[in-house]
């Protein structure tokens, strides 16, 4: 799919970054590699507890840049694994070099904007507002509830069948 862009800092703190030198130096990570290799590793473990199937994922990460391998079940397994890298903070670029076992059409993607709902994208996407629960279980289980959306997320907008 290529390279994918996301805001740096609106993501989310799935591996921790943002604490004090006091912090760090506590056995966490202290070397940039090191913090690197760790987030890489805890971002893999968050694909896997998500249950997004990629067989030989490999998430690999130098500076804001995230670089992720492997062979996704399907295409909205592919993006949904795209979106939980690139909507951590501390990424802006993901490099998608996975590969789909069962082809499908790709989704859109949309940024989030201040003062955006599910139903004002679904409203933008689809004509038709009340289709917000197709964008929310696009999405699932990267969103817990369809109001808690933030601006700078990115999020997957399928095709209507």
């Known amino acids: 799919m290529g390279l994918f862009s ?28 090191d913090k690197e290799a760790a987030a890489s590793r805890k971002l893999e473990e968050t694909i896997r507890d998500l249950n997004l199937d ?21 295409q ?14 501390g990424i802006a670029t993901v490099d998608d070099q996975m590969t789909v076992e069962h082809k499908e059409p790709e989704a859109q993607f949309h940024t989030v904007v201040s003062g955006d709902t599910l139903g004002k994208i679904a409203k933008k996407f689809y004509g038709n507002a009340m289709k917000y629960p197709v964008i929310f279980e696009a999405n699932k289980p990267m969103l817990e ?17």
């Open 145 to 161: 509830h369809p109001d808690k959306i933030y601006p700078g997320q990115v999020l997957r907008i399928p095709a209507l069948d």
């Open 54 to 74: 990629v067989e030989g994922l490999i998430v690999h990460i130098d500076d804001d840049k995230a670089t992720v391998s492997g062979l996704a079940k399907d």
């Open 76 to 89: 909205a397994t592919r993006e949904k694994t795209i979106l939980v890298v690139g909507n951590s903070e």
């Open 6 to 33: 996301f805001i740096k800092n609106a993501g989310a703190k799935i591996f921790g970054l943002g604490k004090t030198d006091k912090e760090d130096t506590k056995g966490a990570a202290t070397t940039e590699v």
